[in-house]
Structure formats: C-alpha cells, structure tokens
Nanobody, 124 residues
Framework: QVQLVESGGGLVQAGGSLRLSCAVS????????MAWFRQAPGKEREFVAG????????WYGDSLKGRFTISRASARNSVALQMNSLKPEDTAVYYC?????????????????WGQGTQVTVSS
C-alpha cells in the first residue's frame, strides 16, 4: 500500500523557517521524481518544488528558488522541503506527491500519489 505522510508544518512568524518532511512507504523514492505542491484557501494547488530520481536536478515554482530547497533522503525513503525567509503568502497546505512518469512535472495531473498535506501558517 502506497502512503505519503507529510510532517513538519506549523505556525511561524514571517522571516522564519520550517522544514517539511514526506515519509514514503509502498515504493522506493528512487523510482520516481518527487515534488511538493501547496494550496492556499480559495486557490488552485500550485507547484512548489520537484526533484529527479537521483536528487541532482531540482525545479522550483516562480519566485521560490533561493528561499525553498527540496532534497531527498534515500536511506530514509523520504523527501524534505526546507523553507526559509517565510512570508505570509506562503501560508497554505503543503502536499508531497510522486510523479506518475509522464506529463508536465509542474502540474498536478502528472502525479498519481499524494499525501494528506500539512498546514503551514506564516504570521505577519
């Protein structure tokens, strides 16, 4: 059974940092590119960051590179998202996802496994 379980969300002041983690079971993360998405209230789910199977290539959503860093820890079969210099507009539910193998890697339709999400709230 495939499971993706996010953790590490919470309430933080603007300018602070959080580290999200996604623990994966049911498959080995080295099989698929992995990504983080987020969804704010009333908005569509948007691409945050992605990493390839080797961990050497990464992609980021607009204006997030430099503040956010995605990484994979193959030994723990997990994916992390380090978020620095957080802003109130980063407030959202953050989701971990596994790429299905085809499609635009920045769109939700390209992912077939999702976690339940973890809430990140940034206060001003």
């Amino acid at each position: 059974q495939v499971q993706l379980v996010e953790s590490g969300g919470g309430l933080v002041q603007a300018g602070g940092s959080l580290r999200l983690s996604c623990a994966v079971s049911g498959f080995t993360i080295s099989q698929y590119p992995m990504a983080w998405f987020r969804q704010a209230p009333g908005k569509e789910r948007e691409f945050v960051a992605g990493v390839d199977v080797s961990g050497t290539s990464t992609w980021y959503g607009d204006s997030l590179k430099g503040r956010f860093t995605i990484s994979r820890a193959s030994a723990r079969n997990s994916v992390a998202l380090q978020m620095n210099s957080l802003k109130p507009e980063d407030t959202a539910v953050y989701y971990c996802a596994a790429f299905r193998g085809y499609g635009n890697i920045r769109t939700t339709s390209a992912y077939n496994y999702w976690g339940q999400g973890t809430q990140v709230t940034v206060s001003s």
